[in-house]
């Protein structure tokens, strides 16, 4: 059974930091980019971040860019997004995501992305 479970969203002043993790079995993690996704109220779902699977090289939104990091530690089969100076635009559900093809090069594109997660909620108070 393919699982990502996403954990450590909750509320957090402006400012703040969470971390998010993203904890996966079933499938053969070391082969797959891992991508964030979130989805605010009232809006698309966007691509925040992902990681390759051939050599962890990263991808941010602009949005993003400077206060998140991602990584991955594939002893643990486990992916994190530390998020730092977290704004109250940040507010969403965030899920996280495999895609086989980002094998070497991974995108935002929800598109390409075989498995998901159920999400975890992060919200940013002003």
């Known amino acids: 059974e393919v ?13 703040g930091s969470l971390r998010l993790s993203c904890a996966a079995s079933g499938f053969a993690f070391d082969d ?12 698309e779902r966007e691509g925040v ?6 050599d962890g090289s990263t991808y941010y ?3 993003v860019k400077g206060r998140f990091t991602i990584s991955r530690d594939n002893a643990k089969n486990t992916v994190y997004l530390q998020m730092n100076s977290l704004k109250p635009e940040d507010t969403a559900v965030y899920y996280c995501a495999a895609a086989s093809i ?6 935002g594109d929800e598109g390409i992305y075989d498995y998901w997660g159920q999400g975890t909620l992060v919200t940013v108070s002003s």
């Open 3 to 15: 699982q990502l479970q996403a954990s450590g969203g909750g509320l957090v002043q402006a400012g």
């Open 32 to 43: 797959y980019g891992i991508g964030w996704f979130r989805q605010a109220p009232g809006k």
């Open 49 to 54: 971040s992902c990681t390759t699977a051939s």
């Open 61 to 63: 939104e602009d949005s």
């Open 102 to 107: 980002a094998y070497y090069y991974c995108s």
